[in-house]
């Protein structure tokens, strides 16, 4: 099974199911994305934070070398990290995260949150996160703007074949309406019924760029980062609302809640480490849900959102010099976690770190 595609703004046809990178381990991350292929996936949502860039690529190269997949069929899609917007800053970044991939394209780049960090050189650390040499978030003077004319400079190269922006508010976006050359074929954010977003996907849907959700589960995804708020909500997959409509289509929640988004036009990029619900995530255009149905799961918005890091500050600092990989990957996609149970490290972590907006 492969899923639709959806035509972009720039007529460059994008699957409207994909598979997110994020927390998938590096250990099986190759081996993940070749069966994720073989299973019908043809996108795959990864970004320079998510750390796992070299193993992807090298779940791709399997698959083509086996001829399961063209490299063309594929539709690979990665994001300029926040240390890397200052404008000459930007081709570097791109061609290394191509080289890590062993591709010499990307279907679609984006930028990965509207902050701009202080450069850190990748041969000092890599992925560099949140956090500056001495452990404090230092701020780049880059702007949105400068970062956005280097992103379309790749367009125009063709090492990005479309480009996007991800976790901009309405505010940002209509600023980039002044200055865009070329407007973004996407905007990634947060969407769930919990966080319907309704006035910027209609903003979107006006101006002609695609959206595309992540964490299209609610707080599935942050629960397993012990993220308080996330603990603190119901389970969408438990929903009474979503659960009956699932038994009414003999589908699984999970299938209602990915139906809910692709329906009304917006990709969707679940992450799976299981093979039978990565499978399952991909049957998501099978069935129609019926347009009351889409009310009422539009209808649990609460304006809940989970990942929040654009309100970081220089205030959030860590103590501690740890650098355990695991915890650079939680810590630094998303500072106001707790991550105080996850195992021994993370403990010993939470004790030295010091953080305002800890749920
Ligand atoms: P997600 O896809 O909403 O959900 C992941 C969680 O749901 C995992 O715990 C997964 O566990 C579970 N799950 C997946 N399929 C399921 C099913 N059919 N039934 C029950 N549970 C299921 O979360 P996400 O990783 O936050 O978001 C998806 C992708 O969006 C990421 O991988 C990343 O590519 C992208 N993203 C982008 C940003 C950004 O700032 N642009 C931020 C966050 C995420 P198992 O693995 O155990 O199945």
Redesign the pocket.
């Known amino acids: 099974m492969v899923a639709p595609t959806v035509k972009l703004n720039n007529g460059r046809e994008m699957p409207l199911v994909g598979f997110?990178?994020?927390?998938?381990d590096n250990a099986t991350c190759a081996d993940t994305v070749y069966n994720a292929i073989k299973t019908g996936y043809r996108l795959f949502?990864?970004?320079c934070d998510?750390g796992n860039e070299v193993e992807a690529g090298q779940g791709f190269k399997r698959a083509i070398d086996e001829g399961l997949v063209k490299r063309e069929e594929l539709f690979i899609v990665s994001?300029l990290w926040n240390s890397f917007h200052d404008k000459e800053r930007v081709a570097p970044i791109c061609k290394k995260q191509l080289k890590d991939y062993g591709i010499d394209y990307f279907d679609l780049y984006?930028i990965?949150?509207p902050i701009a960090l202080k450069y850190v050189d990748p041969a000092t650390r890599y992925p560099p996160g949140f956090f500056y040499e001495d452990n404090k978030v230092e701020f780049s003077k880059a702007t949105l703007e400068e970062t956005y004319h280097a992103m379309e400079e790749l367009y125009d190269q063709g090492l990005a074949k479309s480009i996007g922006i991800?976790?901009y508010n309405g505010g940002l976006l209509l600023d980039l309406f002044r200055y865009a050359k070329h407007i973004p074929q996407t905007l990634?954010i947060?969407h769930?019924p919990y966080l319907t977003q309704e006035p910027l996907v209609q903003l979107c849907k006006e101006r002609g760029i695609t959206i595309t959700a992540?964490?299209?589960?609610?707080p599935?995804?942050?629960?397993?980062l012990e993220m308080k708020k996330a603990q603190d909500a119901p389970l969408l997959?438990d929903h009474p609302t979503v659960k009956s409509i699932a038994e009414k289509h003999n589908k699984?929640?999970?299938?209602v809640l990915l139906r809910w988004a692709t329906q009304r036009g917006v990709a969707v990029?679940?992450?799976?480490?299981?093979q039978s619900?990565?499978a399952?995530?991909l049957d998501v255009c099978s069935f129609d849900l019926k347009e009351d149905e889409i009310k009422e799961i539009s209808s649990l918005d609460q304006g809940l959102r989970f990942?929040n890091p654009t309100n970081v500050s220089t205030f959030y600092r860590k103590r501690c010099t740890t650098t355990s990989l695991t915890l650079f990957a939680v810590r630094h996609?998303h500072p106001d976690l707790r991550i105080d149970s996850l195992d021994t490290k993370r403990k010993q972590y939470h004790s030295l770190t010091t953080h305002p907006t800890r749920a």
């Open positions: 997110g990178l994020w927390k998938v949502d990864g970004a998510y994001k984006i990965h949150f991800s976790n990634q947060e769930h992540y964490s299209s589960f609610g599935a995804s942050f629960i397993e997959f699984s929640p999970a299938q990029i679940p992450k799976s480490n299981n619900r990565l399952a995530n990942n996609q």
